[in-house]
């Protein structure tokens, strides 16, 4: 016979990436972020944000797993929390009720949190905007959701089918999130300059009448394309 399992486990201890290399983060695109990662890091496409106008972010991840139709370990994690953290919350991707409002939002703005990104669902989507705090979720419902538990805070977690701990880097835009491990965020804030540069070299080319890359054009001048028109 299972025991009932403690109300809130809780993980205050752990290592926070650098702050000078989570501000380079700052403005950068979550597309060229992805780019840095070979291709993979974001939430999956339904996490989005409440207000799109107040989307941009970059933190440190403060982790939290609710069961559905609950919150209790969003509010101990917002408890917690250090000034630039992302509370980032695995909820089950449950949609019959909301797990964060624009209180709680409210509330982890005044603790210095920077953003909220959770695979359920939000409430109060006109309160959030006043708040100004980025708030990201897969969808709104006016449905509450109950405070009683059992939750963890700051354990490995999956949210929306990315693997995350507590110390990785977020960064938010109207696009969607992206995680940065820990380990890799220097690499990755590194690779930045060179994808901007790149990028900005095609759109250059884009706006100067360009149709299709150089490596498009090589590979179908090549013997690996076959016509048979």
Do not use: W
């Amino acid at each position: 016979m299972l025991k009932d399992p403690p109300l809130l486990t809780i993980r205050r201890n752990f290592e926070r990436p650098n702050r000078e290399s989570v501000a380079k983060l700052a403005g950068a695109q979550t597309g060229h972020v992805v780019d840095a990662l070979l291709g993979r890091g974001a939430l999956d496409q339904a996490v989005k944000p409440v207000d799109p106008e107040a989307a941009q972010f970059a933190g440190c991840a403060l982790t939290c797993e609710t069961g559905a139709n609950d919150n209790l370990a969003i509010l101990a994690a917002i408890a917690v929390a250090a000034p630039g953290d992302v509370i980032v919350v695995a909820a089950d991707g449950f949609s019959a009720t909301a797990v964060v409002g624009d209180n709680l939002a409210a509330m982890a703005k005044n603790k210095g949190v920077v953003a909220i990104v959770i695979d359920g669902m939000a409430r109060d989507s006109e309160g959030i905007v006043g708040v100004g705090l980025p708030v990201f979720a897969r969808g709104i419902t006016p449905n509450s959701c109950v405070r009683s538990g059992p939750g963890k805070v700051g354990l490995p977690i999956v949210c929306a089918g990315v693997a995350i701990q507590s110390g990785d880097a977020v960064l938010g835009d109207r696009d969607g999130v992206v995680i940065i491990p820990r380990a890799d965020l220097a690499d990755i804030v590194a690779k930045l300059d060179g994808i901007r540069r790149a990028e900005e070299e095609t759109q250059k080319k884009i706006r100067a009448g360009m149709t299709q890359m150089d490596s498009i054009t090589q590979l179908l001048q090549s013997d690996r394309v076959v016509y048979v028109d």
